[in-house]
């Protein structure tokens, strides 16, 4: 994916700009993870004055925890949104890969920021971070508590077993996304159905 336009500050509302700032920095962070990256990169890449980046973000930790909360926030609507699609067919888990690849789609390698090892263990971004990873396994262990639920009584060992294993195949198909830049959402999600369709039949 291209990196995102030089930004400029003339006549631009600083909401605008604040935005313009996040997607150049998600991608630095992407790229190079919290400890690799840095506000002077970031500047370089927007074109902009490195203390611009500090007036509006105060710190890096402030500028990471907005890129955070610009992805993980996007992507939890929709996944929750997603899930109210979900029935007990392996099917109709298309539902969350869409909303998935769908918010990914304008920055797919913003997925790593909520993974990445070298963000702070503890602090605001490592209590974000935390959180989102967290109702994202929520999301995820709903649909595979109402997945098994239709097949007798349910095992919360099970339920945890079969949520980690979702959670692992969403991390590889994101894996694989990145690797394959040229694909878009919709050919993703036209995969993805092609391949539960070979696998369950």
Same mark, same amino acid.
């Given at each position: !994916?291209?990196? @995102? ?6 006549? $631009?509302?600083?909401?605008? %700009? ?5 997607? &150049?920095?998600?991608?630095? *962070?992407?790229?190079? =993870?919290?400890? =690799? ?9 927007? =074109?902009? +004055? ?6 509006? *973000? ?31 067919? &392996?099917? +109709? %888990? ?5 909303? $998935?690849?769908?918010? /990914? ?13 070298? !963000? @702070?263990?503890?602090? @605001?971004?490592? $209590?974000?971070?935390?959180?989102? %990873? ?15 639920? $239709?097949?007798?009584?349910?095992? @919360? /060992? ?6 980690? &294993? ?27 159905? %092609?391949?539960?369709?070979?696998? *369950? =039949?």
């Amino acid at each position: !994916m291209s990196s @995102p336009a030089l930004i400029g500050t003339k006549g $631009v509302p600083r909401p605008e %700009r604040e935005q313009q700032i996040v997607a &150049v920095a998600v991608e630095e *962070f992407a790229a190079r =993870g919290y400890a =690799g990256a840095s506000i002077v990169a970031v500047a370089a890449r927007a =074109g902009i +004055s490195k203390p611009l980046i500090y007036q509006y *973000f105060g710190s890096k930790d402030g500028l990471y925890l907005a890129c955070l909360n610009s992805v993980a926030g996007a992507l939890l609507d929709r996944l929750e949104s997603a899930e109210q699609q979900v029935d007990d067919s &392996v099917a +109709s %888990r298309i539902h969350p890969l869409r909303a $998935v690849f769908e918010a /990914l789609e304008p920055q797919p390698s913003a997925w790593r920021l909520l993974y990445d090892p070298s !963000m @702070p263990a503890d602090g @605001p971004i490592a $209590v974000a971070a935390s959180d989102y %990873r967290g109702r994202t396994e929520q999301i995820a262990a709903s649909g595979s508590a109402r997945f098994l639920q $239709v097949r007798g009584d349910v095992d @919360p /060992l099970d339920v945890d077993a079969l949520s980690t &294993v979702w959670m692992r195949i969403v991390d590889s198909l994101v894996g694989w996304w990145l690797a394959h830049p040229d694909q878009s959402a919709a050919q993703m999600t036209a995969r993805c159905e %092609r391949l539960i369709g070979a696998v *369950f =039949g």
